[in-house]
T-cell receptor
Framework: KQEVTQIPAALSVPEGENLVLNCSFT??????LQWFRQDPGKGLTSLLL?????REQTSGRLNASLDKSSGRSTLYIAASQPGDSATYLC??????????FGTGTSLTVIP | DTGVSQDPRHKITKRGQNVTFRCDPI?????LYWYRQTLGQGPEFLTY????????KSRLLSDRFSAERPKGSFSTLEIQRTEQGDSAMYLC???????????FGPGTRLTVT
């Protein structure tokens, strides 16, 4: 069974700092990997989707990379803002139809 | 708003009662997923529909749980004889294809007292 781990579990940074969130997975036979943000008590908002054949995806201040062979993905957030404060989740899709989620990284950006 | 919607947003019920949740996916999405999320954890897969066919079910989906998507549009998730351990956020997601993004609804928070 796919196991997804996210490190760190929590992160607190001052506004303006660049930061990296990590996601690792045990089974490298994935179709794709998706990053989400979740605000307290809310649903998930899709940030970026990386297909297994891609190395990275960018959207605005966000850049996600994928190293399938080593079972790792990173989410880079540039020039962090207080509005970026949320829990960030990664999810991987193997053969089959379900996504496997990590437990998330709780990010706090201090003004 | 053409995103995924869920109803109700909150449900408080007494142990032993039955509850039903509804999910309306993005209209052109033929794939629909149900997840359960408890505090501090990531979502856990429950079940998956392609059109009206339920193609995959997790072992988490005990026989007290049933899901339907009768016309390949909206879906319902019913929990019979609720237990306190069923308290969680129930999330619905939809996607257009096998390799495309999943889009999530706001979730239904269930509290069993």
């Amino acid at each position: 069974k796919q196991e997804v781990t996210q490190i760190p579990a929590a992160l607190s940074v001052p506004e303006g700092e660049n930061l990296v969130l990590n996601c690792s997975f045990t089974d490298s036979a994935i179709y794709n990997l998706q990053w989400f943000r979740q605000d307290p008590g809310k649903g998930l908002t899709s940030l970026l989707l990386i297909q297994s054949s891609q190395r990275e995806q960018t959207s605005g201040r966000l850049n996600a990379s994928l190293d399938k062979s080593s079972g790792r993905s990173t989410l880079y957030i540039a020039a962090s803002q207080p509005g970026d404060s949320a829990t960030y989740l990664c999810a991987v899709k193997n053969t089959g139809n379900q996504f496997y989620f990590g437990t998330g990284t709780s990010l706090t950006v201090i003004p | 708003d053409t995103g995924v919607s869920q109803d109700p947003r909150h449900k408080i019920t007494k142990r032993g009662q039955n509850v039903t949740f509804r999910c309306d996916p993005i209209s052109e999405h033929n794939r629909l997923y149900w997840y359960r999320q408890t505090l501090g954890q990531g979502p856990e897969f429950l079940t998956y529909f392609q059109n009206e066919a339920q193609l995959e079910k997790s072992r988490l989906l005990s026989d007290r749980f049933s899901a339907e998507r009768p016309k390949g549009s909206f879906s319902t998730l019913e929990i019979q004889r609720t237990e306190q351990g069923d308290s969680a956020m129930y999330l619905c997601a939809s996607s257009l294809g096998l390799f495309t993004e999943q889009y999530f609804g706001p979730g239904t928070r269930l509290t069993v007292t």
